[in-house]
């Protein structure tokens, strides 16, 4: 008996990515069958119930443009109930031993000494609204900063600037160019205020499997891909064993979509499969003796640009493959953060920033109890080092209170093949690759200036843009086959559309912008 299947599209990896990927083919009438390796969707974008707490994969329940961003308008778009709920500050700030709450821009003003205010207003100002020179597009941010305004003065402010790197994109300020910076920065400012998912991350998932079950999706669990399937360089399928009772299928299908990474989905490509102990193996290997991956082993068009320089007349910069972090997750007797948005943490040996998502969604964590999640930037191969420091940070911040009143629930790392992003910021490789019919979405994808599930999101638009403007290989136009693609995209416009008015960013002046008001006058 012929052990196959015949369907439209195939999805490898049920992470956000995927599960969007497959919600918006099946929008369009395709047969898609989602596979994936875990007993559980949602990749690093899901939660696990622990002591009644929702412990998240890898977000921290956090979506970073809020209720006005790309994923909730992709989300509106595939009908997906769900709820953002904006946080109803810039941030507050952790120096010094105090904490500095600030509801707006301006709100930074009240730890920064006139002259670093000064230098604040000169940067924002050269960010905001001052052409970059290409000449200083590659430069790292660090380096940029030195160009502009004198480091040794301003302490504070250079803290800030890394702080918020290291939480938002999980890089030093040297390991990220200045033009990304700058495109990101103001994405953020247009977009809107970060928000907390009402229900986790975990609800949103289970959301999504929800949607894709009622369009006729089908998600596979526990199935493992062995092999992606190609011939005269056009894909036709994959070879996939079930893990549960070792039996094998090939689907086929003339489009597949990879939210694996590129490193994962070349190996499948030549009839092989990552594991996280291999690339940690090799990230110590290489840790040691100094070398680079071999760029020989990515096939054209899904080798990630990864490791390498960023020229620019004054410097280059660094991109580390990965980007990788550390998250604990603490369960408090007493809440810690005064507001629903994140403390961004200026004198701390590792910790970057902390969010209480309790403080939106008390469902989050048992009655009475608080949840607060800490993220900070793996420095160092030395795990346990890492993890004391985080420790030494939280009893620094919170003082007694932390050994009175919390209790550390977990401490994860996030590298190898479960990174905080599969390529980091501004190293991103393209969705199409080299083998007609398939794609790549997720964390590796993510468009210049759009940061995690932002990023996820936006790699699916642009993802569907590339189908829709690729011919069906073999297929001259005129023909019945080719006309019905053409009519299946016919008035659906442009996936990736402009971002809002920079005049939005006005508003973040003197509060956050967003729905957060909303549920204060309630």
Not at 232 to 258: C, D, F, H, M
Not at 509 to 522: D, H, I, T, V
Request: net charge positive; charged share 20%; hydrophobic share 40%.
């Amino acid at each position: 008996m012929d052990n196959s299947k015949q369907i439209d599209a195939i999805v490898i990896g049920a992470g956000l990515g995927g599960l969007l990927s497959a919600a918006q083919l099946l929008k369009l009438g395709k047969h898609v069958v989602v596979l994936e390796r875990l007993p559980h969707s949602g990749g690093r974008f899901t939660a696990k119930n622990f002591r009644g707490v929702q412990i998240s994969t890898g977000a921290v329940h956090m979506v970073p443009f809020g209720s006005s961003g790309v994923l909730s308008q992709m989300l509106s778009r595939l009908h997906v109930p769900h709820h953002f709920f904006d946080a109803d500050v810039f941030g507050s700030f952790h120096v010094h031993g105090r904490q500095y709450c600030a509801r707006g821009l301006l709100g930074v003003f009240k730890f920064l000494s006139l002259y670093q205010a000064y230098c604040f207003l000169r940067i924002g100002y050269l960010m905001l609204f001052h052409h970059l020179p290409e000449h200083e597009q590659g430069l790292p941010f660090d380096r940029w900063l030195e160009r502009h305004i004198p480091i040794e003065r301003n302490p504070r402010l250079i803290a800030f600037f890394q702080s918020i790197s290291r939480f938002a994109l999980s890089l030093e300020l040297s390991q990220v160019s200045t033009a990304e910076v700058i495109r990101t920065t103001k994405n953020m400012l247009r977009y809107g205020a970060p928000a907390i998912v009402q229900g986790g991350c975990g609800k949103l998932t289970k959301q999504l499997e929800e949607t894709i079950n009622s369009l006729g999706g089908e998600i596979w669990l526990a199935c493992e891909v062995l092999q992606i399937l190609y011939e005269n360089e056009q894909v036709t399928g994959v070879r996939v064993r079930n893990k549960t009772n070792g039996e094998e299928i090939v689907l086929v299908a003339p489009l597949v979509v990879s939210d694996i990474g590129p490193r994962g989905t070349s190996a499948l490509l030549r009839n092989q499969r990552i594991t996280q102990a291999d690339v940690l193996s090799k990230i110590h290997t290489q840790a040691n003796d100094g070398t680079e991956s071999p760029k020989g082993a990515y096939p054209k068009g899904t080798y990630p640009k990864g490791t390498r320089r960023q020229q620019s007349e004054q410097g280059s910069v660094e991109i580390e493959t990965e980007a990788i972090g550390l998250k604990v997750h603490v369960l408090s007797d007493i809440s810690l953060i005064p507001h629903k948005g994140i403390m961004y943490c200026l004198d701390t040996e590792r910790i970057a920033g902390i969010v209480q998502p309790t403080n939106s969604d008390p469902s989050l964590a048992p009655a009475g109890k608080h949840l607060l999640i800490s993220h900070q930037v793996i420095q160092s191969n030395r795990i346990e080092e890492e993890r004391a420091l985080a420790l030494a940070d939280l009893r620094m911040l919170f003082g007694e209170a932390f050994d009175t009143h919390c209790h550390v629930l977990t401490m994860g790392t996030y590298r190898g093949e479960w990174p905080v992003n599969r390529l980091a910021q501004g190293a991103d490789t393209s969705t199409q690759t080299s083998t007609r019919g398939l794609y790549l979405v997720g964390d590796a994808v993510k468009p210049s200036g759009y940061l995690m599930v932002e990023g996820v999101a936006q790699s699916v638009n642009c993802f569907l843009d590339k189908l829709s403007q690729t011919p069906i290989e073999g297929i001259p136009k005129g023909h019945t086959a080719a006309d019905q693609h053409q009519k299946m995209w016919q008035g659906k416009g442009r996936n990736v559309a402009m971002p809002p008015s920079g005049l939005n960013a006005i508003r973040w002046l003197w509060k956050a912008p967003g729905n957060s008001g909303n549920f204060e006058k309630r």
